[in-house]
């Protein structure tokens, strides 16, 4: 049987005092280029004549949890039931790539090649929130909060870091000194967002991950044992005493897992927080290229947690169906806006304003049949 975990941050408090940041952060709903008001409030959302009243997606497990309460909240104040399925990045990019769902979503940006290779042409990523991927462990009697360094976290996935009392491990945790038990490595066994951003963090500050493992949605793992999508990982790691594993935030806590502290950049141990993750994406929208496909793991500052970064939704930018484009357009719009308040509750981090103002230029570029979707009916 299971004993009780390792203590998961508390976050109480960092949720309740940042309750209000998506507010601030989507700022009002501003007149897109054409002259039509598009404020989706729960007041302006409804469908117009015409509007296609479902839309199919599917794509990255890492934000599902905030994806079912958006879609839940949108259905009831606009009318338009989405179906999404939670089955991975890789999926998610196949998906919309073949053109058999309206949108797709990954954590990890496309790559041109896979760009090239849409069918339905221009693809466009529309940030939708922020969060961290965290290094969740089930650790029987342990009641402190494990800390990791970039080298021990590399050395566990490389294999060369096998048993929880290695002294490179107690060095920053001397209560695992007598825990003389192997780890059981968990990882994705599915192409994954989450391991995209997982493996781009080992690759920029491990030399020996980037040489022999790299970065991808679907890697070649050294050791461990699969799991499917985040609700697979964190299950496994549950089931599993001695075992340490990658989710993304939310899965730990309502897994009642332990979550470890990540020395960062600065020098920092850092606990995953929205307040850290948001502290990741400080300055980002100074540097991030046009076409907003960005990595921000690694990031400067004392407070910013290490691994984090964008989930995105993907959408063609001219689309033949001129009903569901002006759904579409108008389920992301509310996204940016309205939906940012359920952020900060799921422990997923808001768009920061000006990534806010980004992706409004990607949505008002969208076009049904030729036509601009926004204000479509």
């Known amino acids: ?6 203590r998961a941050p508390a976050l109480g408090a960092t949720l309740l005092a ?22 989706q409030s729960s007041q302006g959302a409804q469908p117009t004549a015409g509007e296609a009243r479902a839309l199919t ?37 196949k998906s919309i790539s073949d053109e058999t769902v309206d949108f797709g979503a990954s954590d990890a940006p496309l790559t041109d090649e896979q760009l090239k290779d849409a069918k339905g042409g221009a693809l466009l ?58 780890i059981a490595v968990v990882h994705r066994s599915d192409g994954s967002g989450t391991t995209a951003i997982f493996t781009d963090y080992l690759s920029a500050v491990s030399p020996a991950w980037r040489q022999r493992v790299g970065t991808s949605t679907s890697v070649n793992w050294p050791v461990g044992l699969g799991g499917k999508g985040n609700e697979g990982v964190a299950g496994e790691v549950k089931q599993n005493d001695y075992s340490l594993g990658y989710v993304e935030l939310i899965y730990a806590l309502q897994n009642k897992l332990g979550v470890a502290q990540l020395k960062n950049r600065a020098g920092q141990f850092v606990e995953p927080s929205v307040a850290s993750t948001t502290a990741a994406a400080a300055g980002v929208a100074e540097t991030i290229p ?3 496909r960005v990595s921000i793991v690694d ?9 984090a970064g964008f989930t995105y939704q993907l959408v063609y930018q001219n689309m033949t169906d ?24 799921l422990g997923y981090a808001p768009l920061p304003a000006a990534i806010v103002q980004k992706a409004e230029a990607k949505i008002e570029a969208i076009t049904g049949d030729g036509l601009p979707a926004l204000g479509a009916s």
Request: glycine share 12%.
């Open 1 to 6: 049987m299971t004993k009780r975990c390792g």
């Open 18 to 39: 940042l309750g209000l940041l998506a507010a601030a952060a989507c700022g009002p709903a501003r007149t897109p280029t054409g002259g039509a008001s598009t404020s």
């Open 57 to 93: 997606g599917a794509g990255a497990t890492f934000p599902a949890v905030l994806y079912s309460k958006w879609f839940d909240e949108y259905d009831k104040a606009a009318g338009v039931q989405v179906n999404y399925q939670a089955i991975g990045s890789g999926g998610g990019i």
């Open 125 to 182: 990523h529309i940030p939708m929130t922020l969060g961290s991927v965290v290094v969740t462990y089930n650790l029987p009697g342990y009641n402190g909060s494990l800390k990791l360094t970039a080298d021990t976290l590399a050395g566990i996935y490389l294999g060369e870091i096998t048993r929880w009392n290695d002294p490179r491990l107690v060095a920053d945790n001397a209560a695992l000194a007598p825990v003389d038990k192997s």
């Open 290 to 292: 046009d076409d907003l």
């Open 299 to 307: 990031a400067a500052g004392d407070d910013a947690y290490p691994i």
């Open 322 to 345: 001129r009903a569901k484009a002006a759904a579409l357009a108008k389920l992301l719009w509310w996204e940016i806006h309205e939906g940012q308040q359920y952020c900060a509750d």
